[in-house]
Each structure stands twice: as C-alpha cells, then as structure tokens.
C-alpha cells in the first residue's frame, strides 16, 4: 500500500533557495515588465479616451523591453532554462568520455556565440554614444549595452562550467508540458 499524498516529504515540495542574483534579476525584470505595463496603458487610455498621448511611452517600453529580455537571458543560463536539444545527447549517457567532450565542445561553442554577439553589441554602443533618442533623449548606446552586458555574463559562466567540467543536465526532457 502506498502512503497518501499528505504523508510525502515536505522537503520536495518546498522550492530550492533562489540566489540573490536571481531574486534581482526576477525583481528587475517585474520592475521592467510594469513600468511598460503601465506607459502602454496609460497611453492607450489617452489616446481613446482623451486624444492625445504620451510620445515617450513608446521610447520608454521599447528600452525596457529590450532591457527584461537580456535580464532574463542571462538569468535563465545558470538554470539551464535556455532551449536544449538534450535528446540528441541521451545516447551518449553510458558513454561519459564522449559526453564530456561534447560539454566542452557545446560549452565552448556558447563562448564563442556570445562572443561574437558581445563584440557585435559593442560595435552598436559605441555607434549608439554619438546620438540621441528623439523623444526622451537617452544615449542610443543604451539599446545594445543589455545586449552586451548579457553575452559577456553568458560567456563568463560558460567558461566557469567549462573549467569546473561540470556535466550537463540532461533531465530536461522530463520538464515537457
């Protein structure tokens, strides 16, 4: 006979403790995501309601926006939460000498991509430097600066588990809804 549900360890059922870094960055991304939530209703209510409306919330949501999905990038990294084609690795389980060199070829390979995106970003920063947004007049150099920031985080990370060696999670299959 099985135990009833109640009887399950409360231990599994608790979620595991949130590093500050996460809980900043989940926080930042809210913050993003209502400021924008706000401007665009506002805006619509004036626009429909009154005739008229607010031109930086345009400029304001488009910054935020760009700035939440970095955030969120570089946060869903160290929590494996980026799209993985882990099936494709499962045949190599019972073969760990392969598996850790395809790690470290993949890992690499991230190193290299968010290389080549940071060095991107940093051309388009320093472009940016030299011009302003029209309505709200921020640098331009802050569009991409999330863009750079992000891969220079993911690229940090990605050599941190390449020389740690640590293995990759391979149980995100189990996580299908």
Partial sequence: MTPPASDAPAASATP???????TLSEAAMALCLGVMALAV?????????????????E?????LF???????ATAAYPLGEHMAFTSLLLPLRKKPAALRAITALIRIAVIFAAGLVAWGAWQQVVVGLDSQSVVLG???ALLPLPALLSCIAIAVMALWELIRNRPLDLEHESDIE
């Fill in 66 to 72: 760009v700035w939440m999905v970095f955030i969120g």
């Fill in 16 to 22: 595991a403790r949130r590093s500050r870094l996460q």
């Fill in 41 to 57: 209703f506002i805006n619509v209510v004036l626009r429909y309601g009154f005739g008229s409306g607010i031109n930086a919330s």
């Fill in 59 to 63: 400029e304001l949501s488009r910054l």
């Fill in 138 to 140: 921020y640098s331009n």
